[in-house]
């Protein structure tokens, strides 16, 4: 069965830094995209960052110029490195890929809260 595993989230002053990381595990075939939801209370669940099995990246526009979405293919892991962290980045964020057989799978998701 495929897991992904997230860790990194935390609480974090406004301005603060966080990473976040995903690792995939178990009988998962070649993994094309990968990247990462969040969902904020009150709010639908939007895509913040994906990248492609090329390390191509996209954003939303509210995260451009202060995350870094990153990958490790051969440790099958994702990285969101989050920076310039504003309270409105507070949300659950999901980790999320697909692999070769256009299988999606997703993480738990953990806790990211920024104070003000």
């Known amino acids: 069965q495929v897991q992904l595993v997230e860790s990194g989230g935390g609480l974090v002053q406004a301005g603060g830094s966080l990473r976040l990381s995903c690792a995939a595990s178990g009988s998962i075939v070649r993994i094309n995209a990968m990247g990462w939801y969040r969902q904020a209370p009150g709010k639908q669940r939007e895509l913040v960052a994906v990248i492609t099995s090329g390390g191509s990246p996209n954003y939303v526009d509210s995260v451009e110029g202060r995350f870094t979405i990153s990958r490790d293919n051969a440790k099958k892991t994702v990285y969101l490195q989050m920076t310039s962290l504003k309270p409105e980045d507070t949300a659950v964020y999901y980790c999320?890929?697909?692999?070769?057989?256009?299988?999606?799978?997703w993480g738990q998701g953990t806790q990211v809260t920024v104070s003000s």
């Open positions: 999320y890929c697909v692999d070769a057989l256009a299988r999606p799978f």
